[in-house]
């Protein structure tokens, strides 16, 4: 398969499992989030939280707040950016809205921010092998200390 259209496929390859991350996550379906990402991968939602290692750890992480917190969630990705290094992995970027609506009556929360992606390709297709939360800015949102969005 020629390059160029061999990198064409991947990047909607890797499109689609940033929306599948969204879909699934206000899907209330931690195990098709789990799914997304490798056994070893390490997700950062921010310093109030500790280093997520593995898919199934973030499968058993994300099942609390979505079962026990939120009542529902949307999360809206845009801005996708994918940069190869080498065949088989990338790093991205994709600005977030995420709003929540809490189970225990709180204002519902805010969330404009970004996620930082690292992708690779595995025998089972491309994962997320590591994910960063950077907020840019919030309201009402669940926790208050967060990575910032880097700026000049």
């Known amino acids: 398969m020629d390059d ?26 931690p195990e098709a989030v789990a799914a ?3 056994a070893d991968a390490e997700v950062d939602y921010g310093p109030e939280m500790p280093t997520i290692h593995g ?3 973030l499968q058993a992480t994300i099942a609390v707040g979505l079962r026990e917190r939120f009542s529902a969630t949307s999360h809206h990705v845009s801005n996708l950016r994918i940069d190869f290094d080498g ?12 709003w929540h609506a809490y189970r ?13 992606h690292r992708f690779v390709r595995t025998t ?16 009402h949102f669940h926790r ?6 880097e700026r000049e």
């Open 144 to 149: 208050s200390v967060m990575h910032p969005v």
């Open 104 to 116: 225990d009556g709180s204002p519902d929360g805010e969330l404009w921010g970004r996620y930082r």
């Open 124 to 139: 089972d297709g491309w994962r997320i092998a590591g994910l960063l939360l950077q907020a840019a800015g919030a309201r």
């Open 55 to 57: 898919a199934a750890d």
């Open 4 to 29: 160029a259209l061999r990198e064409l496929l991947d990047r909607q390859t890797i499109a689609d499992l940033v929306h599948d991350y969204c879909l699934h996550y206000d899907g209330n379906r």
């Open 36 to 38: 997304l990402f490798t």
């Open 87 to 98: 065949p088989d992995r990338a790093d991205g970027t994709a600005y977030l809205y995420a």
